[in-house]
């Protein structure tokens, strides 16, 4: 058998053609056993008819596993031959003929350099496609969280808009001064709270 991997003709026929060699010697093998076994079922119905035949069923069998033999070893040598001749003239590509599939490489050819450099091109590409995803996944939560924060800031607006409308049904034009002297009321009051505490505890120590 050929130990030649055929790598070319393999990707032309989808399989190998030690494969198919392989198989078609199993079938030829096959049936030379088969054949055999019918031969020595024919000697032994012909002899069963001979009158005083001496010849045993076991002596049957082992000339019949001689002739195999001999068949065999003469097969096997003849299917050397035959395989060499098909590997080389049938299932063979000449060195010279291009498949289809590989025309863009006659049109376009470049080297081992050039194909090193286009590997590491792609991996450089690859990195590049990660990194940007990466990023994109950032900005994706980094926009999650500002609109969070939009909503929060959009309650905060409508709270003070709620204000600014109480402020003018009770009769308060601009809620920012309104605000200003509500800041300043509870300053004052805040004071007041305070004196008053410290005139309490100098009471307290008084009495």
């Not at 049109?107 to 690859?126: G, M, T």
């Amino acid at each position: 058998m050929s130990v030649d991997p055929m790598a070319y003709e393999t990707q032309f026929f989808g399989f190998t053609p030690q494969t198919c060699m392989l198989r078609v010697y199993i079938a030829f093998q096959d049936y030379l056993f088969e054949m055999m076994l019918v031969v020595e079922g024919v000697m032994l119905k012909k002899l069963d008819g001979i009158p005083g035949c001496k010849i045993s069923p076991s002596q049957i069998r082992k000339c019949t596993e001689k002739f195999l033999l001999f068949m065999k070893e003469h097969f096997d040598k003849l299917f050397a031959k035959m395989e060499e001749v098909l590997l080389q003239l049938v299932l063979n590509i000449p060195k010279n003929v291009l498949l289809p599939e590989d025309r863009v490489q006659e049109q376009y050819p470049y080297s081992k350099e050039e194909f090193q450099a286009l590997q590491d091109e792609l991996q450089q590409l690859q990195q590049q496609c990660r990194a940007e995803a990466a990023a994109e996944q950032a900005l994706r939560a980094e926009l999650e969280e500002q609109k969070v924060v939009k909503a929060e800031l959009e309650k905060v607006l409508r709270c003070f808009d709620g204000l600014e409308n109480i402020c003018r049904e009770h009769g308060a034009g601009n809620f920012k001064e309104s605000f200003a002297l509500l800041t300043q009321s509870i300053k004052k009051l805040q004071d007041v709270l305070k004196d008053i505490e410290e005139k309490s505890k100098k009471m307290k120590q008084h009495d």
